[in-house]
Nanobody
Framework: QVQLVESGGGPVQAGASLTLSCTASGHISDGVVGWFRQALGKEREFVAA????????VHADSVKGRFNISKDNAKNTWYLQMITLKPEDTANYFC???????????????????WGQGTQVTVSS
C-alpha cells in the first residue's frame, strides 16, 4: 500500500508562484505520477503527469507554460511548480499515482491507484 502526502498549498496573489510536493510512503518502481485539481462545484481535472522511469511529461493545455511537473525518484517525491498563478487556478490540488504500468492516457482520465489528501491553492486577484 502506498500513501501520498502533499504539501505546499496556500493563499497567494495573482501572478505569484507556488510549488506543491507529493511524497509516496512506499517505493515506486514504475508507473505514472502527477497532479489533478478540483475547483469548487466543478469536476476533478487532470493537470500534469510524469512517467516514473522515462521521465516523459504531459501538461494540460490550461497550464502549459505556467506549470511544470518534476520528480526526484530517490526521494519518491514529485513536484508541481506553478508560476504566474491566476484566480482560475484556485482549486484543491491532488497528487496521484498509477503503478506499475506507465499508462499515461489512463492516468489522465483519472484511472489512478493512489490519491493524496489534497492541498488547497487559493489565488486572489
Amino acid at each position: 500500500q502506498v500513501q501520498l502526502v502533499e504539501s505546499g498549498g496556500g493563499p497567494v496573489q495573482a501572478g505569484a508562484s507556488l510549488t506543491l510536493s507529493c511524497t509516496a510512503s512506499g517505493h515506486i518502481s514504475d508507473g505514472v505520477v502527477g497532479w489533478f485539481r478540483q475547483a469548487l462545484g466543478k469536476e476533478r481535472e487532470f493537470v500534469a503527469a510524469n512517467t516514473w522511469n522515462s521521465g516523459n511529461t504531459v501538461h494540460a493545455d490550461s497550464v502549459k507554460g505556467r506549470f511544470n511537473i518534476s520528480k526526484d525518484n530517490a526521494k519518491n517525491t514529485w513536484y508541481l511548480q506553478m508560476i504566474t498563478l491566476k484566480p482560475e487556478d484556485t482549486a484543491n490540488y491532488f497528487c496521484a499515482a498509477r503503478v506499475p504500468k506507465a499508462w499515461v492516457v489512463a492516468f489522465m482520465s483519472g484511472s489512478v491507484d493512489y490519491w493524496g489528501q489534497g492541498t488547497q491553492v487559493t489565488v486572489s486577484s
